[in-house]
Structures are given as structure tokens and as C-alpha cells.
């Protein structure tokens, strides 16, 4: 059984930094792509970033390139995002998700975490 | 980056309604789109992918159909636990981005 665990969330004052860590199993870890993927309090859903099963390729979302950072630990299945500069803005719950397909990084998600919640707050 | 656009943003029906949502892509996709369903207080979950691909497990009152920039996701008699908000992606690349989601209640 597929299984996305997060942790590492919190609460952090702007400008302060936080990093996110996503526990995988049931799956061949290093094999697929994953993301991150957010959602404010009360708003729709933001993709953040994706990473490749190699670590090799990464790609951010506009509002976070330059300030945040995806790596992955496939000898741990453990997926990471590293938050600097955050903003209040930057308030979510941010979720891990799957990527489906094995070798690709621009398919759907078929499995998420729990997500686990960023307060960005003096 | 491909902007996604929802309609409505919340919709009413009774049980056994038939539900339609609307997603328009601002170019072309293909059929890079996948729906989400998600109650309150947990994950998305994938009904549809490829437009139209039914994802294991998922109900078959659900359906997807569409290509290029219009998609629709239908509800074809709807049931107490569709009650949540339904969200579009387009995967058509790395920069996925999302509608904003539309939200059905049961009347």
C-alpha cells in the first residue's frame, strides 16, 4: 500500500525558514517523480514544485523559484522541500504528491499525503 | 503558464441530479486533465485522468470527456457522499496548475 507521510510543518515568523519532509512507501521510491503541491487556508490548490526519481530535474512554480527548494533522499524514500524567506503568503498546508507514471515528470498524481500545515506569522 | 478556468463555482443539486463542471484551458492541453475530488480536511483524490480515463476504484457515475481547451466532468446521478469541491489540472507541463475548483453541495 501506497503511503506519503509529511511532517515538519509549523509555525515560523516571516522571513524564517522550514523545511518539509515527505516519509514514502509501498513503492519503488526512486522510480517516480514527486511534488509538492499547496493550499491557503480556505483557497484551491497550488502546485509548488516537482522533482525527478533521479533528483536530476526540478521545476518551481513562479511564486516560490528562487526561495524554496526540492531534493529527495531515495536511500531514505524521503522527500524534501527546503523554505526560505517565507511569507505570509507562503500559509498552507502543503501536501507530497505521486507522480504516476514511472520515467515521466509531467503526469497526474495518483497518491497524496495528509498534508501537514505552514503558519507564516509574527 | 496555462491559466484554468472553472464554471460554475458552486453548484446545488438534489440526489439523482445529473451534474456537469466545466474546465477551459487558456491553450491547448491535448488531454492532459485530470479531476480531483476533495472533502474537507483531507487530500485530493484522482477521479478522472486523460481527459476522459476512469482512475481505478472511482465510481462509474463519474465520466470526463474533452480535448484541446474544454473539458467537462459529469456526475451522472449524483449521491450523498459527492459532496465536495472538484478540482481540474492540466499536466500538459511540468507547470501543472489547477482551476479554482468548484464546490457541490446536495441540496
Known amino acids: 500500500e501506497v503511503q506519503l507521510l509529511e511532517s515538519g510543518g509549523g509555525l515560523v515568523q516571516p522571513g524564517g525558514s522550514l523545511r518539509l519532509s515527505c516519509a514514502a512507501s509501498?513503492?519503488?521510491?526512486?522510480?517516480?517523480?514527486m511534488s509538492w503541491v499547496r493550499q491557503a487556508p480556505g483557497k484551491g490548490l497550488e502546485w509548488v514544485s516537482v522533482l525527478s526519481g533521479s533528483g536530476g530535474s526540478t521545476y518551481y512554480a513562479d511564486s516560490v523559484k528562487g526561495r524554496f527548494t526540492i531534493s529527495r533522499d531515495n536511500s531514505k524514500n524521503t522527500l524534501y522541500l527546503q523554505m526560505n524567506s517565507l511569507r505570509a503568503e507562503d500559509t498552507a498546508v502543503y501536501y507530497c504528491a505521486k507522480v504516476t507514471q514511472m520515467t515521466t515528470i509531467t503526469d497526474y498524481f495518483d497518491y497524496w499525503g495528509q498534508g501537514t500545515l505552514v503558519t507564516v506569522s509574527s | 503558464d496555462i491559466q484554468m478556468t472553472q464554471s460554475p463555482s458552486t453548484l446545488s443539486a438534489s440526489v439523482g441530479d445529473r451534474v456537469t463542471i466545466t474546465c477551459r484551458a487558456s491553450?491547448?492541453?491535448?488531454?492532459?486533465l485530470a479531476w480531483y475530488q476533495q472533502k474537507p480536511g483531507r487530500a485530493p483524490k484522482v477521479l478522472i485522468y486523460?481527459?476522459?480515463s476512469l482512475e481505478s476504484g472511482v465510481p462509474s457515475r463519474f465520466s470526463g470527456s474533452g480535448s484541446g481547451t474544454e473539458f467537462t466532468l459529469s456526475i451522472s446521478s449524483l449521491q450523498p457522499d459527492d459532496s465536495a469541491t472538484y478540482y481540474c489540472?492540466?499536466?500538459?507541463?511540468?507547470?501543472?496548475?489547477f482551476g479554482q475548483g468548484t464546490k457541490v453541495e446536495i441540496k
Open positions: 486523460k481527459a476522459s
Open positions: 509501498g513503492f519503488t521510491f526512486s522510480g517516480y517523480a
Open positions: 491553450q491547448s492541453i491535448s488531454s492532459w
Open positions: 489540472q492540466q499536466y500538459n507541463s511540468y507547470s501543472r496548475t
